[in-house]
């Protein structure tokens, strides 16, 4: 008998599933979660229904779902789930791990909002109403998703560099646990965005995040183009002081 077939045998004996990975479906996708098993994954994906893969958290994180016990965290009109996850502190014990939970958006995979402590010990109430666990007091955790022009003010303020480092930099204005191909997904570019977007590559080139620069020139290439868009400054030693110019925004 082989080890494979071995552990398939235990895992199921124990009522645990065998596979290391489950989907949560929704209406345009399906959530993954892969890289694990127990209850305990490594990776959480949106799977869109063109096969399209969007990657909204970020990595080295934990996600804690259960198919047995876990079929209330998608609210009752299947366009939201709950999910829960933790990342590491410094040191890397369980002791010093912050647990957090977000909201996924079942239409495009957006995370549209990350939360700690009481709201994520909440419950659903028809059609998508989040609430405490009295079920009376709603948190409005569906309302807000993250916009590219909040962020890109934030961005450019640069008022959280000094209080969190990150690498790279923009990660330190998204929610905890994000990735930027969440805010790519949660607010894609059109019309209403266009100077939004333009604003973000510059402050990435001058940051010289190159990463997440061919992202965004990616999400650009794939929605609609703009009519008319300002010109960013293509030059990758650009100063931030000379970005911000550019941006019109007021230097911290």
């Given amino acids: 008998m082989n080890r494979f077939f071995v552990l398939a ?18 209406p345009s996708g399906a959530l993954v979660y892969a890289d694990g098993g127990n209850g305990r994954y490594q990776s959480l994906t949106f799977r869109r229904a063109d096969g399209r893969v969007l990657s909204a958290f970020d990595d080295g994180l934990e996600f ?36 957090l939970c977000a909201f996924v958006r079942m239409d495009d995979g957006c995370v549209v909002h990350v939360a700690q402590g009481s709201v994520c010990g909440g419950q659903w109430q028809p059609p998508h109403r989040w609430t405490h666990a009295d079920g009376r007091r709603a948190e409005p955790v569906t309302d807000h998703p993250p916009k590219m022009a909040e962020i890109v003010a934030a961005y450019a303020s640069g008022h959280k560099d000094g209080s969190q480092v990150s690498q790279p930099r923009v990660l330190a204005y998204l929610a905890e646990g994000t990735s930027f191909d969440n805010l790519l997904a949660c ?23 190159t990463q997440n620069a061919a992202r965004l020139r990616a999400a650009l290439k794939a929605g609609p183009r703009p009519a ?21 925004s007021p230097r911290p």
């Fill in 187 to 209: 607010d894609p570019p059109g019309a209403d965005n266009r100077n939004s977007y333009s604003k973000m590559l510059a402050l990435l080139k001058a940051d010289r995040d």
């Fill in 64 to 99: 804690a779902y259960d198919p047995r016990h876990d079929a209330d965290k998608l609210s009752p009109d299947r366009r939201y789930t709950f999910v829960s996850f933790s990342a590491q502190g410094e040191d890397g014990t369980a002791a010093s791990s912050e647990y």
């Fill in 9 to 26: 045998l235990a895992a199921l004996a124990a009522g645990l599933p065998a596979h290391a990975q489950v989907s949560v479906p929704g």
């Fill in 228 to 248: 008319a868009t300002h010109a960013v400054p293509d030059s990758p030693s650009a100063t931030r002081k000379e970005v911000l110019d550019f941006l019109g």
